[in-house]
């Protein structure tokens, strides 16, 4: 009988102490491999496309590694590691968040099937639902924030699976996973939370009631703005109904889990600089006469605070602001910044600013943007591991200049 690939992985890896609690040790020693690795400290590339078979040529079939677009060990660490960090049976990476997503989505879902998501969602898995799903006769249903601050009366039988993301993108929204996984288990949908923004070491969505996390690697996981990827973490018999999606290519290529196991050894540090340098700056920032709202974790209802604080260990180092005078004093104020640089994405050690109206929400309208709470003069931050004091004179010195 040929093993179960997820527990032969699994077991190729030297097990930790049991008295390891930390996550910082986990993510540093949790994927050693010393029978593989020659005695390298660090974890090695395997560069190939394509593994030689054993000498009896039937063999390759029970063999664990016959082309990369399956199985590669180098992808292997990596994913053991988010496995462990996440608490799930299973991890497996793909080429990018979206492939990420989009494996998870098609995988659980069929014709005549229904989702429930929220209306604040990242813009490519907003794309996914609205233009692709219903392509296949799979029903959307959206939800405006305060629909889904009542789960329960819009996860109904006949809904398959629900997808929340929070804390939200752009506007930092934050939603019960608890209350949703329990909504979801009454009608026997699966719940699908993207734990982008929080990562796991602020946020672990499978303890709380979720089935799968997903999450965008390119960002917080990766940290270093030089790799895109993603992850998909769960229950071993739900992930097994997305092994199969390998043959849509979005294969993690060897180099970029190279990459991103190196990053995982600082992730804690990085998420907890970035934990301080949100709390520092969402406290100067709330003071400035520039800004009249700040999105940040927690901060949009005494609600939301109460959820932020049951279910996040950290608030994480994203925020947006929404600037008095709009477009112009958004032009402005980009114009002014030092040390924050303009650009897409987030998550990595240097801080940046974005414009979602201009960005990951841009194929808005401007009525369906306002809905969500993208005004004109809304800007995503990403802050990265700078000092807090310097990067609080950055964005002052900004808005001062807005004039």
């Known amino acids: 009988m040929t093993p179960d690939p997820s527990e032969w992985r699994k077991s190729q890896f030297r097990p930790l102490p049991e008295w390891v609690e ?7 020693h949790g994927a ?14 395997y560069q190939t496309s394509t593994f030689r078979f054993p000498a009896a040529h039937s063999e390759a079939v029970d063999g664990p590694y016959h082309y990369s677009r399956n199985s590669n060990p180098t992808v292997e660490g990596p994913a053991e590691l988010l496995r462990q960090l996440e608490g799930g049976e299973v991890a497996r990476l793909f080429a990018s968040g979206m492939g990420a997503i989009s494996a998870t989505v098609l995988s659980l879902l069929r014709t005549g099937d229904e989702v429930v998501a929220l209306q604040d969602l990242y813009g490519g898995t907003g794309g996914l639902l609205a233009d692709l799903l219903p392509r296949y006769g799979v029903r959307v249903r959206t939800l ?26 752009p506007t930092l929204r934050v939603h019960d996973i608890a209350r949703w996984a329990t909504a979801c288990d009454v009608v026997g949908a699966h ?25 965008s ?20 018999a739900l992930l097994a109904r997305i092994d199969p999606f390998d043959r849509f290519g979005a294969t993690l290529d060897p180099f ?31 003071r400035h006469p520039a800004v009249t709202r700040v999105c940040y974790p927690g901060s949009g209802s005494p609600e939301e605070e109460g959820i932020a604080a049951r279910q996040m260990s950290g608030r994480g180092g994203m925020l947006a602001i929404s600037l008095a005078g709009g477009a112009r004093a958004v032009d ?42 993208i005004d004109d003069g809304l800007v995503r931050i990403s802050l990265g591991i700078e000092d807090p004091d310097d990067l609080v004179r950055d964005l002052t010195r900004a808005l001062d200049g807005i004039g």
Do not use: C, M, W
């Not at 109904?156 to 699976?161: M, S």
């Not at 990827?229 to 071993?236: E, L, N, R, S, T």
């Not at 650009?343 to 809905?371: F, K, N, Q």
């Open 22 to 28: 930390g996550p910082t040790t986990r993510l540093v």
């Open 32 to 45: 050693r491999r010393p029978d593989r690795n020659a005695g390298s400290v660090t974890y090695p590339i």
């Open 144 to 169: 405006s924030d305060g629909e889904a601050r009542s789960p329960e009366a819009h996860v109904r039988p006949g809904t398959r699976l629900a997808l929340l993301e929070t804390p939200t993108n």
């Open 191 to 215: 719940l699908v939370v993207d734990n982008t923004f929080a990562t796991a070491l602020n946020q672990r969505p499978l303890a709380l009631g979720a089935d799968v996390v997903v999450q």
């Open 217 to 236: 690697a390119t960002k917080y996981l990766g940290g270093h703005s030089d790799l895109t990827a993603g992850v998909v973490v769960g229950p071993a």
């Open 256 to 286: 970029a889990a190279f990459l991103l196991q190196r990053s995982l050894g600082t992730l804690a540090l990085r998420v907890a600089r970035q934990n301080e340098n949100g709390r520092r700056v969402v406290e100067a920032l709330h």
């Open 332 to 373: 402005a104020f980009l114009h002014g910044l030092r040390l924050v640089q303009v650009a897409a994405s987030l998550g990595g050690v240097e801080s940046l600013a974005s414009v979602p109206r201009l960005t990951s929400h841009r194929l808005l309208s401007d009525e369906a943007r306002h809905a969500r709470g």
